[in-house]
């Protein structure tokens, strides 16, 4: 019951920055859970960032808490995901991924109801 579009992403060289959005379109956006999740070449889909509706509880993959940032805007009905001091193993398809159910846990993949399309993220050495 909504549709996730994701932007941001480009070619970027280690150490630099980007900023991923993804705008969503459906009801009570604000009462979502939203995750962003990636995949590399060669490799399964992995968990990046979570938040909850509420804007509290953002959890991170260990290898990237210290570097992104997730936020939510619930007026515009959009997420973010600032990634600062980017490396390649960054490299991946960043996918936008929410949920409107309680509980289960927010680093799963089967949490997951609705799904963007990908955005790509390049770092080059």
């Known amino acids: 019951q909504v549709q996730l579009v994701e932007s941001g992403g480009g070619l970027v060289q280690a150490g630099d920055s980007l900023r991923l959005s993804c705008v969503a379109s459906?009801?009570?956006?604000?009462?979502?859970?939203m995750a962003w999740f990636r995949q590399a070449p060669g490799k399964e889909r992995e968990f990046v960032a979570a938040?909850?509706?509420?804007?509290?509880?953002?959890i991170y993959l260990d290898s990237v808490k210290a570097r992104f940032t997730m936020s939510r805007e619930n007026a515009k009905n959009t997420v973010h995901l600032q990634m600062n001091s980017l490396k390649p193993e960054d490299t991946a398809v960043y996918y936008c991924?929410?949920?409107?159910?309680?509980?289960?846990?927010?680093?799963?993949?089967?949490?997951?109801?609705?799904w963007g399309q990908g955005t790509q993220v390049t770092v080059s050495s």
């Open positions: 459906g009801r009570t956006f604000s009462r979502y859970n």
């Open positions: 938040i909850r509706w509420s804007g509290g509880n953002t």
């Open positions: 991924a929410a949920t409107e159910r309680y509980g289960g846990s927010l680093l799963l993949l089967s949490t997951y109801d609705y």
